[in-house]
């Protein structure tokens, strides 16, 4: 594949029809059939699987999921704020080059209630297409065939076969790799792509989406391409062509994080974070699920095969059977991948069975937890808030229990004194499988993660039926399915190629032909205390900086760059002064670029209370930007000197980077300010007798830096005491002269936010506030629990959920 390059290779700037960010289980199909048509870019992070032993064989599966580094391994890490363990991939392949490889269709039902567009004849072929390439039908050994006997002596029945189709009863299903054991992937669908028309760019981190400016929040935006960042730091702008796409392919934390930091997402979520707004979009990062996976593991007696999943047992409780069996070094700690941690320095054959739900309903959220991408996002599944989850883990972990007790399980156990039993790594099932509060207590001790997290950007508040992303032109997120935690399904790239584009009129193109010859403005009388000087990086007499007047005069340099950053080839700026004036400077990697951006800028309002409005012109020379150097440090006020300077240097890349040291992460408008989580509660004020779980993160001593404009934390407020969930939060320790309107300005923009009622009694104020369904008010619970409204005074608020209402 020569149309695989490393992003160093690839040109500073270069147009496409498409941009696809991710080279994973959706974006590579969907580049390779796209490429017949269009010019196509795959811009992945991540580098090749083919050379990697433990990537390419079933062997490796777990010590890529235990060997991390944190920027270049196959597998990125990251644990929940649940407490659970979980990867993702990062590699061309994506996830489905690190995964179990077991392969299923869809249940027919999906596409009812989906919400998109399918054309079931289209869906039909992408199945062949892909199944065709890189789905083969595994041949059972010891412990699997076992499996599949006693799934169907449990009464998993029918007996379906091989079969690629979801029924319910017990099945053999496709898998990834082939006879010898060799892993296929996505990365494999590229051999499908038109070698022309494609160009794949390795350890390219895309950084955001890049937007034409627009004067108002509310008309559509318009994506015009995506700036990413190549290996040594490079940084790179791939644009789009006129009717051209960006198609997130991220994955189920990729692409909503990267919506968020491309400026989409709750408003006063990225004001917090200093991120300008391009979309309001309330539910960018809601409805984050996970399937949550139980299950028990025991040491075999006879020795057993290499297995990952292999057959499947779909009952018709909610929940699936599985089951591994793995030669396991437990002489380092394994790391909860099919097990738990153990100490014992032996070798141990392992075999373990496992079920997990469908669904699930239960549902968290997705935050940022920096503003550089190659960070994860912090995410929080809130396994088992929704009671029908648990009682569907209840019911798998009993089949599971019907499943050892069947007679092809017997030659699993070993001959004790007693007579003959399992012997469990990790915990055995409890012995009253009846019992549904002790069953419940197993799940919640016991979850783990099947790796088929997804939500985030969900379809019909996200994205619309057709995928793309709602009040943004040109951007789409193409998603893999997962449907109830089994059944995968590729949304057909051919559908993509064949309906569904829309017209692109781009506002800003970008710039094909080399640039036009530059008239040079003499800047205005006022400018000559302009900082400028030659920039080093261009030979010759090319100005590529404007001049910006107009601004307020209490402007701050970060927010000339939050204007300036999602324009094509910005590089830095500055603010100077001449007594009370303030001037802008704006540097662009092209005289074009520059001269786009004077125009794009010329006359528009940028404070409309200061009634500023700015003017725009070519300026003399080009700011020169080095780490907080200005090449002529006399030529202006000291004081007010390169501000943001040294901000322009990304943590760990060299090259200009808009982004900042961010805020503290906060969920809420400017001007509250959101400590840290409460501790994991793992039965999620379900009335479930605890048990000990993993010890829960300690909270910090220190109140948590407060970005500027936000209220110092002085009380960490932990709700530990609380009533069952339910839609309605009641709100205490509001304080005496607690603001109404900003009580309603915090909470009104929350993702499901129905009413609030204040009521206001002698000495203080409580409020109810009532969301659309659990989830939502679980979200903000969790979120909000003891922030700081500043007219409450000093005293974190506290959340829970009323007695009754
Ligand atoms: C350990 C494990 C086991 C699993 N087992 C199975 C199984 O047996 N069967 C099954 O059906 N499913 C399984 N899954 C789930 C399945 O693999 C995923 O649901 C599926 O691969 C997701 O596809 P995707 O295209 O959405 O994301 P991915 O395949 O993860 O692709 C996303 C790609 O985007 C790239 N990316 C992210 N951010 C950026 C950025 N900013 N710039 C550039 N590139 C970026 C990533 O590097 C990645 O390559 C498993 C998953 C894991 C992790």
Sequence with gaps: MAFVVNATQLPLEDTFDYVIVGG????????????????????????????????????????????????????????????????????????????AGFYSRADEDFYKRSGINWDSRVVQRSYEWVEKAIVFQ???????????????????????????????????????????????????????????????????????????????????????????????????????????????????????????L?????????????????????????YMYDNPRNGISIVSPVPLEHSLIQVVGITDSGAYLEAASNVLPFSSPAYSVFLRPSSSPLYLTVASIMEKIIGPHSSGTLRLASTDVRTNPIVRFNYFSNPVDLERCVNGTRKIGDLLRSRSMDDFKFWEWSGTDFRFVGPALPIDQSNNMVMGEFCRRTVSTIWHYHGGCVVGRVVDRNLKVVGVHSLRGFIIIIVDGIRKSHPSPQQMAGNGMHQYHPQWPPAPAPAAPVVVPAPPPHSHHSPMSMDNRLSGDEVRT???????????????????????????????????????????????????????????????????????????????????????????????????????????????????????????????????????????????????????????????????????????LVNTKDNPPCNTLFIGNLGENINEEELRGLFSVQPGFKQMKVLRQERHTVCFIEFEDVNSATNVHHSLQGAVIPSSGSVGMRIQYPYTF
């Design 24 to 99: 994973g289980t959706a974006g590579c199909p969907l580049a390779a059939t796209l490429s017949k048509n269009h010019r196509v870019l795959v811009l992945e992070r991540g580098g090749l699987p083919f050379a990697n032993p433990n990537v390419m064989t079933r062997e490796g599966f777990l010590p890529i999921l235990t060997h991390f580094d944190q920027f270049l391994s196959p597998a990125q890490a990251f644990t929940s704020e649940d407490g659970v363990p979980n990867a993702r991939g990062r590699v061309l392949g994506g996830s489905s080059a690190i995964n």
């Design 138 to 260: 595994p041949e059972l050994q010891t412990w699997q065939s076992a499996v599949r006997d006693g799934l169907l002596e449990a009464g998993v029945e029918p007996y379906n076969g091989y079969s690629l189709n979801h029924s319910l009863g017990t099945k053999i299903g496709g898998s990834t790799f082939d006879s010898s054991g060799r892993r296929h992937s996505a990365a494999d669908l590229l051999n499908l792509a038109t070698g022309s028309n494609i160009q794949v760019a390795l350890y390219a981190s895309v950084e955001r989406v890049l937007f034409a400016p627009s004067y108002s929040l509310a008309s559509r935006q318009n994506a015009i391409g995506v700036v990413f960042h190549d290996l040594v730091g490079g940084h790179h702008h791939a644009m789009l062509r006129e009717n051209g796409e960006v198609i997130l392919c991220a994955g189920a934390i990729g692409s909503p994080q990267l919506l968020l």
């Design 262 to 286: 491309s400026g989409i997402g709750p408003r006063p979520y990225l004001s917090s974070w200093g991120i300008p707004v391009v979309r309001h979009s309330p539910y960018v990062g809601n």
């Design 546 to 716: 404007i001049f910006i007047s107009g601004l307020p005069e209490d402007v701050k340099e970060r927010e000339l760059q939050n204007l300036l950053r999602w324009l094509p080839g910005y590089e830095a700026s500055q603010v100077n002064f001449k007594g009370e004036v303030p001037m802008g400077f704006a540097l662009f990697s092209t005289p074009h670029f520059a001269i786009a951006a004077r125009d794009a800028l010329q006359d528009m309002v940028f404070d409309a209370e200061s009634k500023s409005v700015l003017h725009t012109e070519m300026a003399k020379k080009n700011l020169f930007v080095k780490r907080g150097i200005v090449a002529d440090p006399n030529s202006f006020d000291q004081s007010k000197r390169m501000r943001t300077g040294g901000d322009y240097t990304h943590t760990g890349f060299s090259s200009p980077s808009p982004f900042h040291a961010p805020p503290a992460p906060v969920w809420g408008p400017h001007g509250y300010m959101a400590p840290p989580p409460p501790p994991y509660d793992p039965y999620g004020g379900y009335p479930v007798s605890q048990v000990p779980m993993a010890a829960p993160p300690a909270l910090p001593s220190a109140p948590l830096p407060a970005p500027s404009s936000y209220m110092p934390v002085q009380v960490l």
